[in-house]
């Protein structure tokens, strides 16, 4: 007798095979390897947030942002480094491990469920980490957040903050005002469907929101990122729209609409939503991630990621399926809000491919010098073999505005940086003096290595390498906690 074991055989498909297929791997690994040292400054713990597939997906073609949150967690201790991993246990990953199956269907798209399941939430809880008020948190835009132990990264449960949170989502990108300790955040498809409703956000410090207010897009799209200065507020409302009757027919949550045109929201963080502006873009353009937003008199300036073509690696384009993905630029966006003009300025100040923009967190809000992503240079070392999300990084750039110098970081064959995520050297060090960690893909050894790079000088190499025994999958985002402010 045999068991037609469906539930645990992976599609043979680019997401669930090489460097990117399913790792599961829940565990801890004291003392890793080490080569070079670690820098004493280096106290405190990085954590990250990926999407690893529990179990084989409903649909063969599943997508990699719909894999369930596992955290990643390294812990520095007088120069010794700690792994663990651990994934989130939100509704979906309980139910499915009762079942031993697949019961959620396709990304954000009740109707590809199970019947049992087609009311239950579908949050994976995947995407980010944050730290509030002292507690932390596993994020994922359609759901809200899960909180986790920081120790051992054990899931304490969902929250809406002692019902304070009045959406069932919370966005995977808050930002953190350096000045006044501030969260700004914001949720859209608030009801947990397709809407065209975003709520804004303002928590203090002590984790009580003291703003809660919905504004109305120009229509329901992807929101995935978004700016704050030091008194705004700004969205850019790019056309990923979501159609709730194609989702209905089973179709994909998103679609790119090229015959919509790209809009800015501006808020002032004071006066709140009855006081928001709007400017246009005459064209489709998609931002991917923010590095921040600054002030120069009248002007609001937006420093961010932003590509010509829709995300078609993920989501397809409705009108042209041909068309293909193209990769983003560092741009800034200018809005003048001392006139009634509704146009954005916008110029290429990267002149560079890149992605998973990175700032010095202490400096937001203010204008910045310095500048970090995860990108390609063909000048260094040979693209690598695309994945899920298309080609992988090679390298990790740098761009000092103030020299305007671009420094970067290659990795060796077949190796493949992620986010960066940067530490400060102390906290009233100069803005950029600190490191840079990433996590990269030793893609010929199936194996994961931590990098500690000194951040105002990657092409030197790392100053220390911390070594998995094993993989981790590949992740999004991160944040870095110094043991002090656990
Ligand atoms: C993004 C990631 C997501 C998601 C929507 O990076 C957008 C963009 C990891 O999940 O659900
Ligand atoms: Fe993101």
Avoid at 159 to 182: I, N, R, V
Avoid at 297 to 308: A, C, N, P, W, Y
Avoid at 409 to 419: D, L, V
Wanted: aromatic share 12%; net charge negative; glycine share 6%.
């Amino acid at each position: 007798m045999s068991h037609n074991n469906v539930g645990m055989q992976f599609p043979d498909e680019l997401t669930f095979k090489g460097y990117a297929a399913p790792v599961r791997i829940e565990g801890h690994v004291h003392d890793l390897e080490v080569i070079g040292s670690i820098p004493a400054e280096l106290e405190g713990t990085y954590y990250r947030n990926s999407a690893d597939h529990t179990y084989r997906p409903r649909h063969p073609n599943d997508i990699f942002l719909n894999g369930d949150g596992m955290v990643h967690m390294v812990r520095f201790e007088q120069g010794h480094a700690d792994l663990t991993t651990r994934f989130v246990r939100t509704k979906k990953f309980e139910l499915e491990r009762q079942a031993r199956r697949a019961l959620f269907g396709s990304y954000r798209n009740p109707f590809t469920s199970s019947d049992a399941v087609r009311e239950e939430d579908h949050n994976t809880a995947n995407t980010s980490v944050m730290l509030l008020n002292k507690k932390l948190y596993a994020l994922k835009e359609s759901g809200r957040p899960y909180e986790i132990h920081p120790d051992d990264l054990t899931t304490l449960g969902e929250t809406d903050f002692d019902g304070q949170l009045t959406s069932q989502t919370f966005t995977a990108h808050p930002k953190f005002d350096p000045k006044t300790g501030e969260c700004i955040a914001f949720a859209y498809n608030c009801e947990g469907v397709a809407s065209d409703e975003i709520e804004i956000y303002i928590i203090n410090k002590e984790g009580k929101f003291t703003r809660s207010e919905r504004f109305k897009a120009p229509y329901c799209s992807m929101v995935h990122d978004f700016l704050v200065s030091e008194n705004y507020i700004a969205f850019v409302i790019c056309p990923m729209v979501c159609d709730w009757d194609r989702v209905k027919q089973g179709e994909p949550y998103w679609h790119w609409d090229s015959s919509k045109t790209t809009h800015v929201g501006v808020i002032p963080r004071d006066r709140g939503v009855k006081a928001i502006r709007w400017f246009n873009v005459n064209k489709s353009v998609m931002q991917t991630h923010t590095f921040n937003a600054w002030e120069d008199g009248s002007k609001l300036i937006l420093d961010q990621f932003v590509t010509e073509s829709g995300w078609l690696s993920q989501f397809p384009d409705i009108h042209n399926p041909d068309a293909h993905e193209l990769p983003p630029f560092g741009e800034r966006w200018t809005v003048d809000l001392s006139n009634d003009s509704d146009s954005v300025e916008i110029k290429r100040f990267i002149n560079h491919i890149g992605e998973m923009p990175v700032i010095d967190a202490r400096f937001a809000m203010r204008r910045t010098r310095h500048f970090w992503f995860g990108t390609n240079n063909t000048e260094l070392g040979p693209m690598l073999e695309p994945g899920p999300k298309g080609p992988p990084f090679t390298c990790l750039g740098h761009f000092d505005e103030q020299e305007n110098k671009l420094d970067f970081y290659y990795a060796g064959p077949n190796s493949s940086p992620e986010e960066p995520c940067f530490v400060p050297r102390s906290p009233d060090a100069e803005e950029g003096d600190g490191w840079l960690l990433s996590m990269v893909g030793r893609r010929d050894e199936n194996r994961t290595d931590l990098v500690i790079l000194d951040a105002r000088n990657l092409s030197q190499g790392p100053v220390a390498i911390v070594k998995f025994p094993c993989r981790v999958h590949e992740g999004f985002h991160g944040i870095w906690v110094p043991s002090t402010q656990k």
